[in-house]
């Protein structure tokens, strides 16, 4: 571990993701351009013709490095990923460009956990920099059926720590909150804002510590009401399981339960959520077998997961949170007299089958 270990000295980095056309480039193109005062690296991942580049970098470039006359650095990543962020690094260290964090756009049909296991994946690159989130760009104009076409979308929505709701002007109310509550069921830890990119404080998108375990794990209320209807005033009247109550689907299911006879009736998107309570205490061995075994099969499938661990023997929280196949805990706050202790986890994900979860983390208690 090199001295950049320490939280506070690493670089941290926003991964800005989005619908194709929702606005990701606009929103760029205002922090490379407008003084923020911030020093900021943009790490354009090309792909195509649609590089920011053409408007605002010299043409003839061959340069993948160019410092911006507002403080900014662009990059273009032609090749590596991992190779660019360790070039960015050994200049930075020999004094040779200045910034302080640094936001990553990948393309609009990308998906971003391969961008967020880098972070996990490489020391060098782990030790200097931290991931502080993934935002997520939607049109609201075009949003339904982009999620409809494309499942690289509804990847975008179910990785994101905050989700940016563009174009929101060009649809009424009910067209809004059927994609705003259809963003809840893929994703109902992220926050969602309406955004006029013309307007966009640049600091909304930064410092969101998305990847921090310590952060509070939110999960929409309106997500929590749709599993259990007296559950929306935020209390846990333990429901314990997941279960919905629309007979043999669960909340995750991805069906429309609502019973809203317009348009917007049924999408059943591949990628959707769920949430596992339990006010017993696991058996920290059993649990961690169990977690091992399901992130083998199912990695590939989970997108984000996150949660605070109630666990047997230990009496503090144990923060645990996953993208893919990387896992990682840590302990929290220690449990209080006053504290009703419990386990809460999120797990977004593609066709997860919910009650082979359930069951077994239900089987890890003690």
Avoid at 45 to 58: K, R
Avoid at 124 to 148: E, F, N, Q, S, W
Avoid at 185 to 206: C, M, Q, S, W, Y
Avoid at 297 to 319: E, Q, T
Wanted: proline share 4%; with cysteine; aromatic share 6%.
């Amino acid at each position: 571990m090199n001295a950049a270990s320490d939280l506070n000295n690493m670089v941290p980095v926003t991964v800005l993701t989005g619908f194709l056309g929702a606005g990701k480039t606009t929103l760029l193109k205002r922090i490379l351009s407008e003084y923020h005062g911030r020093r900021i690296a943009v790490i354009e991942n090309e792909f195509g013709p649609e590089g920011i580049d053409n408007e605002l970098l010299v043409q003839d470039s061959e340069e993948e490095i160019v410092e911006l006359s507002n403080g900014c650095v662009c990059c273009t990543v032609r090749g590596d990923l991992m190779r660019t962020l360790n070039d960015l690094r050994v200049r930075r260290q020999a004094g040779e460009l200045k910034f302080e964090r640094v936001i990553i756009e990948t393309t609009g049909m990308a998906n971003p956990g391969p961008v967020c296991q880098t972070f996990f994946m490489d020391d060098d690159i782990a030790d200097y920099y931290r991931l502080d989130a993934v935002i997520t760009v939607v049109d609201a104009k075009h949003g339904m059926a982009t999620l409809d076409q494309q499942e690289e979308a509804q990847k975008q929505v179910g990785f994101a720590d905050r989700l940016l709701i563009s174009k929101k002007d060009l649809v009424n109310d009910v067209d809004y909150e059927a994609l705003r509550a259809r963003l809840i069921r893929i994703n109902p830890r992220a926050t969602i804002t309406p955004v006029h990119f013309g307007e966009t404080d640049i600091k909304d998108l930064l410092e969101v510590s998305g990847f921090n375990l310590n952060s509070i794990l939110d999960i929409d209320p309106q997500f929590l009401a749709e599993q259990h209807p007296d559950a929306a005033d935020g209390h846990d009247h333990h429901h314990d399981h997941a279960h919905g109550d629309e007979g043999e689907c669960g909340p995750g299911c991805g069906h429309d339960h609502h019973h809203h006879h317009h348009e917007h009736a049924a999408h059943n998107d591949e990628i959707g959520a769920f949430v596992f309570r339990s006010d017993r205490p696991f058996d920290p061995e059993r649990l961690e077998d169990f977690l091992s075994g399901i992130v083998q099969v199912f990695g590939p499938d989970l997108m984000r997961y996150k949660g605070i661990l109630y666990l047997k023997g230990i009496n503090r929280r144990m923060l645990f949170q996953g993208v893919h196949m990387m896992m990682s805990a840590e302990p929290g706050n220690a449990w209080l007299a006053k504290d009703k202790k419990g386990t809460k986890l999120v797990f977004i994900g593609r066709k997860l089958p919910q009650d082979i979860f359930t069951q077994g983390l239900e089987n890890c208690l003690v």
